[in-house]
């Protein structure tokens, strides 16, 4: 017999595995943990916005802007899927109280890098607080759905290609086995395992790890977003992102000489290249960003949380340039799940960033990712339910000594992701080669 068991485990208490849990019914027993605190995801990190399909006459663009973005590598199933499903998950969002900016009372939409046309919603700069926070209170709510913080995932168990469960370690350093019926990985990304990134540092990819040590399949794992723009700075610990929207909205890249050197609306890649490019020609480690020509009103009502940041820095961006620098940002690969989010592996999903479904393609277009992730993982639950049957556990003898030494084993896991990313890279430049 098993120690412990839930109907559900869902690893992460981002976006994505919050809204998974909100849309399991409410008789499933469910368990929720996160490696820090509640309030430190990435998804409470989002500054732009996300996308929804305005209307029908927006279907093709949106399409199109997903695509080029993507360099046409995307998996269209999944793209139609997100935009057709947009209209819906936000309406849901609103729902359980997510306050997007309204212009007389309707929905207001800004436009990010790479969109040709406004499609996205935001709530002043911290869309992902205002989403995050409203599912997390929702989550909380629920007497079915127990969230444990400051609880790690160091593996899971497995028999036979059949996910049985987690093996966890608790904040005072216990090791654990829990058994689920289902086990839903939403780790979020793998900014962690960079020196310079916007991601909070504890998302170092465990997911990813414990897939390769158990034969679970990935895709395109070496597509790794860098942001543009990301605020300069000589401190260790995570990089401060300058919103698209900021760029989307008339604020101006400048070089050295404070000249204008490009396209600021350029998908982040290729702005990223340009970027790079500049800073190698002027032998500096930034470029300037000028946020003044949106106006000092609108900077404070429209972009309050980065305004406050800078002049925390230092910047007063109503009145000075910012230096901006490119960062690690967002990981397009992952655990390979089809349109449902399933991996691989029997009984186990995998939804958000930690996954891949091929939606971004090589590279993310601009507040398609907050979607994203609640789109699949709505999928995921339904999944679930549609599919669902009870798993007879017969409790596995499991070393649980191994897992002791946290330093040790985080350490094992990133050299095994970090490895592998350089690996698939490899395999790909020869194959560019070859053709
Ligand atoms: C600065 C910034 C700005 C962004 N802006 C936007 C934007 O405007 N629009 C947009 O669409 N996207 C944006 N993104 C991207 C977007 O926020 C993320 O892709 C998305 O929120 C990922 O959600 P998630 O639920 O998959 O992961 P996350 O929200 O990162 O959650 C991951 C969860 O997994 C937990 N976890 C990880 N490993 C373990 C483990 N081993 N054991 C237990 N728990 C674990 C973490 O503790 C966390 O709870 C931005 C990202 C950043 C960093």
Redesign the pocket.
């Known amino acids: 017999m098993a120690d412990k068991k839930a109907d559900i485990i869902i ?8 809204f998974c849990a909100l849309n399991l019914p409410k008789d499933k027993d469910i368990l929720m ?4 605190d ?1 309030d ?12 929804m399909l305005k209307s029908d006459d927006d279907y093709e663009s949106y399409f199109e802007d997903t695509m080029r973005a993507g360099h046409y590598e995307n998996n269209k199933d999944s793209v139609r899927i997100m935009i057709k499903s947009s209209q819906k998950v936000i309406e849901e969002l609103i729902n359980i109280g997510v306050d997007f900016e309204r212009e007389d009372g309707k929905l207001k939409f800004t436009r ?1 890098a790479a969109h040709s046309k406004p499609r ?1 919603l ?1 709530h002043e700069d911290l ?2 607080k205002e989403i ?1 926070s409203k599912l997390l209170a929702e989550a909380m709510k629920r007497d079915n759905i127990t969230i444990i913080a400051h ?4 593996d899971i168990i497995e028999e036979k290609n059949v996910c049985e469960g987690i093996v ?1 370690r608790d904040n005072k350093g216990n090791i654990e086995k829990w058994y689920a019926n289902y086990v839903v990985l ?4 793998i ?1 962690g395992l960079y020196e310079h ?4 540092s ?6 990813l790890a ?1 897939a390769l040590k158990h034969n679970i399949a990935l895709k395109d794992i070496d597509y790794i977003q860098i ?1 543009p723009t990301t605020l300069y700075s000589t401190k260790r610990g995570r990089r ?2 300058i ?3 900021v760029r989307g909205e008339g604020a101006i890249l400048y070089n050295a000489n404070m000249e204008r050197f490009v396209d600021e609306l350029l998908p982040r890649d290729l702005l990223t290249k340009e970027i790079k490019k500049q800073m190698k020609k002027d032998n500096t480690k930034f470029v300037w960003l000028s946020v003044k020509e949106l106006g000092s009103d609108n900077i404070k009502k429209r972009f309050p949380n980065i305004y406050k940041k800078c002049l925390e820095e230092g910047y007063d961006i109503t009145k000075e340039c910012i230096p901006v620098t490119p960062a690690q ?3 397009m690969g992952g655990i390979k799940v089809n349109t449902n989010s399933k991996t691989s592996m029997n009984r186990l999903y995998a ?5 891949c479904n091929g939606v971004h393609g090589a590279n993310r277009l ?8 609640m789109v699949f ?1 709505k999928r995921a639950a339904k999944e679930i339910i549609d599919t669902y049957d009870e798993l007879k556990v017969v409790d596995k003898d499991i070393d649980l000594e191994y897992y002791k030494d946290a330093e040790r084993l985080e350490e094992e896991y990133r050299e095994l992701v970090l490895e592998e990313i350089e690996k698939v890279h490899k395999k790909r430049e020869n194959k560019k080669k070859a053709m």
């Open positions: 690893v992460g208490t981002g976006a994505s595995g919050l943990i996160s490696k820090d509640l430190r995801s990435d998804s409470f990190l989002a500054q732009g916005g996300i996308c990010e996205i935001f869309t992902g995050t609880t790690t995932m160091v966890i939403a780790c979020g990304g900014g990134s916007t991601n909070y504890h998302l170092t990819g465990d997911a414990i942001h401060f992102l919103s698209e929207s940002h967002y990981f939804s958000g960033e930690t996954s601009a507040s398609n990712s907050l979607l994203e992730a993982a």
